[in-house]
């Protein structure tokens, strides 16, 4: 991840937004949290976006309520309507998300 969000940053085409004026940023909300640096640095506003539904943290970051007990992730193999098992699948695997991304990418 560190590789390739370094590798990203150091694109060309990715540098020349730095000369750019913004006034609002969108990004995406699988895993583009280094683009965050651009919107710290040019004082602007950003906004999540995503073409699924948010899913553990960003949900909870772009104020879209989640209910995994009710609609299970789209990464897991779950139908609905979900049974018993599935939702404490779908609710533990959206805690262990949200546990996983707040230890490895929120900085201390």
Known sequence: MKMACNKALA????QRL?????????????????????AHKLKVPFIYMSSNKF???YSTV???PAFPSLEASFLLD???????????ISTLYDLLDIM???????PR
Do not use: H, Q
């Not at 694109?11 to 990715?14: A, I």
């Not at 779950?78 to 404490?88: A, I, K, N």
């Not at 996983?100 to 929120?106: A, D, G, Q, R, T």
């Open 11 to 14: 694109y060309e085409g990715v």
């Open 78 to 88: 779950l139908e609905y309507p979900l049974t018993f098992t599935g939702r404490m």
């Open 18 to 38: 730095n000369e750019e004026k913004f006034d609002l940023v969108l990004l995406y909300t699988d895993l583009t949290d280094c683009f965050l640096s651009f």
């Open 55 to 57: 899913i553990g943290t």
């Open 100 to 106: 996983f991304k707040e230890w490895k990418f929120i």
């Open 62 to 64: 772009a104020a879209s």
